[in-house]
């Protein structure tokens, strides 16, 4: 795990970050320390109405972001947040083996922002060893007995 803010290793984890807006047409972009350490906003793509995504690919660690919104700078208020060292809250994620995002203390109301997180694809040999895992299995649970006729 990274706790030093160095994100080093290869993007291995493809993360889709959701922002519902109030309105239709609004600028918005993605920033954190994983864009060029807030400086490089990535635009997000209108899904229609007022959901617009951002899909990127980062290595395990520990992520701050926000959302900058018709140029205002703002937090998912149903995602977890942290302090910085000046004091400005921020949106976390911490991606480890799996991603997983820390849960808060007080109850979090019901918002349309949301981060969805999808692992790397399995490889071809993966994808053959899960499958051969899983009749293994089935076969062990229900075995398929021969009988002559």
């Known amino acids: 795990m990274v706790e030093s803010g160095r994100h ?9 970050f959701v922002w519902n807006g109030h309105n239709e047409g609004e600028d918005v972009c993605l920033v954190g320390d994983f864009t060029g350490n807030w400086k ?3 635009k997000a793509t209108h899904k229609g109405g007022a959901r617009y ?13 926000k959302y900058i919104i018709n140029g205002n700078w703002r937090h998912s208020t149903s995602s977890p947040t942290e302090r910085d060292e ?4 921020n949106n976390v994620i ?3 083996d799996t991603a997983s995002v820390r849960p808060t203390i007080q109850p979090q109301q019901k ?6 997180v999808i692992e790397r694809p399995l490889t071809e040999n993966e994808r ?3 499958a051969k895992a899983a009749r293994c299995i089935a076969f062990s649970v ?3 007995r021969l009988v002559p006729k």
């Open 53 to 65: 995504e951002v899909e990127i690919r980062l290595p395990q660690g520990k992520y701050y972001y």
């Open 94 to 96: 911490m991606i480890g």
């Open 8 to 16: 080093d290793g290869p993007a291995t984890h493809a993360l889709t």
């Open 40 to 42: 490089e906003p990535i």
């Open 128 to 130: 053959f060893m899960l």
């Open 111 to 116: 918002d349309a922002n949301l981060i969805k």
């Open 86 to 89: 000046r004091g400005n809250i």
């Open 142 to 144: 229900c075995p398929i």
